[in-house]
């Protein structure tokens, strides 16, 4: 008893502190970077290129771990830096800066730890599909003798390389910030590449309604207003929209009346739909973090209205929390903008509840990983009579039930001795 008695008080300690532990560990997605780095006064002129290009919002959307490689005013105000800071546009300078964020946490520890033969880190560049191959990661090595931790392209005979100065700060374990020499070109990207972007004011509704399928959709936009923001933020990182397909529309649930909701809400179920970043499809196949904020979020704060896109059998799923669609084809891909066609209406738990009405899950299964159980039924007359009355239940019935529980009480200290055996050891 004195056994049991321990282990009732120290158990709910113990879930505290590892709920307290894993709390602890939860990735910072709030924090602006830009501030951060705007604190040193030698990296101000790092930041202010942050915040002229769209890279600033994409490191406030991040939801994992990162480490930046930012390079001090000395070093950028000196050619190569200089030359390309003056003459680079602010979307291929953009696409710089996201090669110099790295989707991995990395201590001062962790950098000493790194082997001769270096290891290759995945940089927010990669993430946008406009690096080919893998030139969107870094590869970063150290020299034994003297620790010099130097990164550059996995690509042979790079010319562009940079050496870690020092250490900035730290958030463990979500943010790094190093110094560098030195701003780091991606191997065989086109610098120029915003050039050959179409125009901002590409008709996104006309695009929806040459793709035939995608009627209710464009009727939709063209009511609520919501594709002028769209095609505004085609700039900077681009967008990804996801269409539902008119047969889509057509299998929502009865009690679901999109038309029906208010303005506002209306507005934000279309930008549930999009991400504020272009992502080809190649690169939502191999999507680095799965959790993904759309235009919603932007609106609402972090950790809202985030979609969960995974690959499952070669198809691309996008999960809601409620309901799961699968990218069903390509309606248009040209940078910055991907329009992709998808097999449900992406309804957000936040607007729709945990369980939307009119969705009925058939009995055995579950909507998104909610049990569910069969319906209680009733019990027959004879059994409600044995219940009310026990005088009237069938010879033996209540031996049966006495014995039936002895074997359960004896099975279930069985199973308690051998846990408390286990917690012991």
């Known amino acids: 008893m004195s056994v049991l008695l321990f282990i009732s008080h120290i158990t ?64 950028l105000s000196t050619p190569p830096s200089s030359d390309l800071t003056r003459r680079l546009p602010l979307s291929s300078l953009g696409d710089i ?46 020299t034994p003798l003297t620790n010099a931790i130097t990164i550059q392209s996995p690509a042979p005979y790079t010319a562009s390389n940079a050496t870690v100065l020092s250490l900035i700060k730290t958030l463990p374990y979500n943010i790094t910030i190093l110094a560098v020499n030195s701003l780091l070109v991606p191997y065989d990207i086109n610098l120029m590449a915003s050039e050959t972007r179409p125009p901002l004011g590409l008709n996104i509704t006309k695009a929806l309604i040459d793709g035939h399928n995608f009627n209710v959709a464009s009727a939709m936009l063209s009511a609520s207003g919501v594709v002028d923001e769209f095609e505004a933020d085609e700039g900077g990182a ?26 506002d809400k209306k507005s934000v179920v279309l930008k549930f739909h999009v ?42 799923l996008i999960d809601t929390g409620i309901v799961q669609a699968s990218v069903t084809q390509t309606v248009f891909d040209q940078n910055p903008v991907a329009i992709f066609g998808v097999s449900k209406v992406l309804l957000p738990r936040e607007i729709f509840g945990k369980d939307p009405p009119g969705i009925i899950p058939k009995p055995g299964h579950s909507v998104v990983g909610t049990a569910v159980h069969p319906p209680e039924l009733s019990p027959s007359p004879e059994i409600s009579a044995w219940l009310s009355n026990p005088a009237s239940s069938p010879v033996g019935f209540h031996e049966e039930i006495k014995s039936d529980g002895q074997i359960l009480r004896s099975q279930s200290s069985s199973v308690a001795v051998y846990c408390i055996v286990l917690y012991l050891m």
Request: glycine letters at 6%.
């Open 12 to 75: 709910p300690f113990t879930f505290v502190y590892f709920l307290l532990l894993s709390s602890s560990s939860t990735a910072v997605t709030d924090l602006n970077i830009t501030s951060i780095l705007s604190s040193f006064q030698n990296f101000t002129s790092f930041a202010s290129l942050l915040s002229s290009t769209s890279v600033d919002s994409d490191l406030k959307r991040r939801q994992g771990p990162i480490t930046l490689l930012a390079v001090p005013n000395p070093y």
């Open 97 to 142: 800066l996201r090669y110099h964020i790295l989707l991995q946490y990395f201590s001062w520890t962790n950098l000493l730890q790194i082997p001769p033969s270096g290891v290759l880190i995945t940089t927010l560049l990669q993430t946008t599909g406009r690096a080919p191959a893998n030139f969107g990661a870094v590869n970063i090595t150290r």
């Open 238 to 263: 681009g967008i990804s929209f996801f269409v539902p397909t008119d047969g889509a529309f057509g299998d929502l649930p009865g009690n679901v009346r999109l038309q029906s909701l208010p303005a």
């Open 275 to 316: 991400l504020h970043s272009y992502y080809p499809l190649g690169s939502l196949e191999s999507i680095v973090n799965p959790v993904q904020p759309t235009l919603a979020t932007e609106d609402s704060g972090a950790g809202s209205f985030t979609l969960n896109i995974s690959r499952f059998n070669g198809s691309v």
